[in-house]
Structures are given as structure tokens and as C-alpha cells.
């Protein structure tokens, strides 16, 4: 099966669970039994770290099909940090978990083909190809447009994977650009969704879901709807309930119950922790 969404699909008809876990780790929210182990020095937080992913992803790789690791959590210990979310990406692969890198790419051509080949694809060495990150998925900006975007999809394509473009996202302030009107009255986020549905269409897998995805937030159930008619065919990631709204519970509960009611998996949750 070499279309990251039905892949994608299959894990969550497998689990039957549409939730994906964030793993953005905090090491002061970290439990004090772990941090003891290691050195307060950076090289010692980012053990703690890695055993604490690892731990979380022991405890829901058979109930749950996917992680989401945000790479900014990572980054911010530096090199120590960048092993550690490669560390957790091969775990989570090798516990047969779909792994989501939440790195939110958006670029020029060929800066963009850089990320790309580091997540998605290959980066060549001589005559040789190799993966560096080698994810499932990736989510990407799409502000530069096609240009942006395409390297990614052509990635998609050779290589079987997958990537959430952002739509319309749970943040307070997303109206500010999203909700902006066109001159035929169209907000920008239906905009950028009519071109989300179209980037996907050479990559509709035996689902009926293309593996060019989007990222819509559950702070936006009103939205949400709006853009399933206008997307059809694409995935949707939703984040904006676990760590990050309470309201948005009342949703996420209404799609997990249509889910168990529609075999089609139309909408893919994710909590953070």
C-alpha cells in the first residue's frame, strides 16, 4: 500500500481510533521520576524527553494510529533536541505508528525541495540516495503557493507519503489573514482550500482520500463543515481540543460518534500532550 492515506486510513479502521497524539514535551511538565535520572544540563533534558516519548508511545501504539511530533519543541535544545525528534520518529515507526512531523514548511522552490528530501524524500550523496527523517507525513504552509507546495507533492508521488496543508487553523488570531474576503466574496481559507482539493487530485488513494491533507481547526465546527463540501476527497487533521481547548471537546466527542457511525474516516483528530 504506497498512498500514505490509505495507510493512514487502514491504522485507523485497525485501532478504530481517528485521534493522533501530539507529542510537543514541555520538561517541566515532565514527571519528576524521570528527570531525576539524567543531568539538568541540556543533554540531560533531551534524555528525559526521549524516555518520556518513548514511554507515551509504549502506553497507545495499540489503541492509537499516529503520533504528531512538533519539531519546534525540539529545536528550541538544539542539536540534542533534533536527535531526539528523530529518535522518536524511528521509535514510533518501529511500533508500526504513522508518524506526522508537525514542521509547518513554506518556502521558495528549492529551499522548499530541501525540506522536503529531509522529511519526505531522499538527499543525494554522490550516487546515493538516502532518508534522513523519513516521516509518513508533513504539514506545510501554503502562502507562497504552488511553488511552496509542489516539491512536497512531488515527494508524495515518488515516494508514498503524505502532507497536511494548513486551512483554516484553531488559533485565536487565524481570522486575521484567513477570514479576509475576496473580491467575489470568498474568504481566503475557502480559496486556499479549493487549491488543497485540486493539488490532491493525482494522489486519490483506494479510499477515495487524497494524500495532500488539511490542516482545519475543531475551534471552527462551523468552518469545518463549509470546507468538507468544498473538499470532499481530503483528509482533514484537526487540531484545537486536548491541550488546547476545552470547548472543542464537545466537537471532537460529535466526530468521534459520526466516525464510529461512518466507516469513511472523513476527519482525523489531534490531541496534544
Not at 535544545?77 to 528523530?86: A, C, D, R, Y
Not at 490542516?215 to 481540543?241: C, H, S
Request: charged fraction near 30%.
Amino acid at each position: 500500500m504506497n498512498n500514505a492515506m490509505d495507510r493512514l486510513i487502514k491504522k485507523i479502521k485497525e485501532t478504530n481510533n481517528p485521534t493522533v497524539m501530539g507529542l510537543d514535551p514541555r520538561y517541566d511538565m515532565i514527571p519528576e521520576s524521570i528527570r531525576e535520572k539524567y543531568s539538568k544540563d541540556v543533554e540531560g533534558a533531551c534524555k528525559a524527553i526521549l524516555e518520556f516519548n518513548k514511554g507515551l508511545i509504549d502506553s497507545v501504539c495499540d489503541i492509537i494510529p499516529a503520533v504528531k511530533p512538533q519539531i519546534a519543541f525540539y529545536e528550541m535544545f538544539g542539536v540534542e533536541g533534533i536527535k531526539v525528534f528523530n529518535e522518536t520518529c524511528k521509535y514510533a515507526r518501529e511500533k508500526e505508528m504513522i508518524v506526522i512531523a508537525d514542521i509547518k514548511r513554506g518556502d521558495i522552490g528549492s529551499t522548499a525541495a530541501g525540506y522536503s528530501n529531509a522529511y519526505l524524500g531522499k538527499t543525494a550523496l554522490g550516487d546515493e540516495k538516502i532518508s534522513i527523517y523519513d516521516v509518513d507525513f508533513v504539514t506545510v504552509n501554503p502562502y507562497l503557493g504552488i511553488d511552496g507546495v509542489k516539491p512536497f507533492i512531488d515527494d508524495c508521488k515518488e515516494y508514498g507519503k503524505g502532507i497536511f496543508v494548513l486551512v483554516k487553523t484553531s488559533n485565536k488570531s487565524s481570522g486575521e489573514l484567513q477570514d479576509l474576503k475576496l473580491e467575489d466574496g470568498r474568504t481566503i481559507y475557502e480559496k486556499v482550500a479549493e487549491l488543497v482539493s485540486s493539488w490532491g487530485d493525482e494522489l486519490v488513494g483506494e479510499y477515495g482520500y487524497s494524500s495532500v491533507g488539511a490542516v482545519v481547526g475543531a475551534t471552527y465546527p462551523i468552518q469545518i463543515k463549509e470546507l468538507r463540501e468544498i473538499m470532499p476527497k481530503t483528509f482533514f487533521l484537526i487540531p484545537g481540543y486536548g491541550a488546547q481547548r476545552r470547548k472543542s471537546r464537545r466537537y471532537s466527542i460529535r466526530i468521534q460518534r459520526r466516525y464510529r457511525r461512518n466507516s469513511k474516516c472523513i476527519k482525523k483528530l489531534n490531541g496534544s500532550i
